[in-house]
């Protein structure tokens, strides 16, 4: 069925050689940097995002509940990693750094969430922080030997993530999840039940749609209402109960055609 998905995309799942740190990471999160996020800033919000290596792509498992249809469209190897190999050398490297050096990892993170938090102060912003931007790991417990729970640092500072581990949605919607931690549920083609689950208490759940950017979305999905999810990436703005309707990116020109067609089939994106 994906035949001509790129080898790199095909390493999400199968790739199970450990990648060894060619350099250490200069800096955690992309702040300012990320086209998605810096539309939060006429908002009002200046995000810092963390990016690892998607999958199973650097030898360690970072998305535990990703499916056969995540692999070929994760957008791990979208955008500026299409065209800048150090990119996902870089996120490669954080990866390595989280598994073996975890400790220097919590450190260096710690550093740069307040750094973030100071410099949203200077430019007149409010900090967000996301913590997963390609991976699915469980920041809001305890890690390194300190067991530092980041959240808990950062208590006036809002975080928030995609998910994909029901359980991990299931204990935010009983608010069992720190205070200023904000989950959505991602769907995907295996997942269907669970989104229903969390919609059904009042959670969020991201929905890609088989359009492209610019195209209408349906007003509801399985009977409730659609918003966009291309306007903000500030998901913990969304109200209660909603689907997050997100579309096909990747591709540009016609073979965004391509990428969508793909999706419907493998049931990564459901039609519109």
Request: glycine share 8%; charged share 25%.
């Amino acid at each position: 069925m994906f035949d001509n998905i790129p080898s790199e995309l095909q390493q999400l799942t199968h790739h199970t050689t450990k990648h060894t740190m060619t350099t250490w990471p200069s800096k955690l999160f992309a702040v300012q940097a990320d086209a998605k996020t810096v539309k939060g800033e006429k908002y009002g919000y200046l995000t810092a995002i963390h990016y690892q290596a998607a999958g199973k792509s650097s030898g360690y498992e970072v998305c535990p509940s990703k499916s056969a249809g995540c692999e070929p469209d994760c957008l791990y190897n979208w955008g500026r990693a299409q065209h800048y190999k150090t990119v996902n050398e870089s996120r490669l490297n954080k990866t390595v750094m989280y598994f073996e050096h975890r400790n220097a990892f919590m450190t260096m993170m710690t550093t740069e969430i307040s750094a973030a938090v100071r410099r949203a102060d200077r430019l007149g912003l409010t900090p967000c922080i996301r913590l997963n931007g390609t991976s699915d790991i469980d920041f809001e417990n305890g890690k390194g030997e300190k067991k530092i729970k980041i959240m808990d640092l950062y208590p006036d500072t809002q975080f928030y993530d995609y998910t994909k581990v029901l359980k991990r949605m299931l204990k935010f919607l009983d608010g069992s999840m720190p205070a200023n931690y904000h989950l959505t549920f991602s769907r995907n083609e295996a997942n269907e039940d669970a989104c229903e689950t969390v919609l059904s208490r009042g959670g969020n759940v991201a929905v890609v749609f088989g359009i492209k950017k610019g195209d209408s979305l349906p007003q509801t999905w399985k009977g409730y209402p659609v918003i966009s999810g291309d306007d903000t990436d500030l998901r913990f703005l969304d109200p209660k109960g909603v689907v997050v309707g997100l579309t096909v990116k990747g591709e540009k020109g016609r073979n965004i055609h391509n990428t969508i067609d793909r999706m419907l089939l493998s049931g990564m994106a459901v039609a519109a």
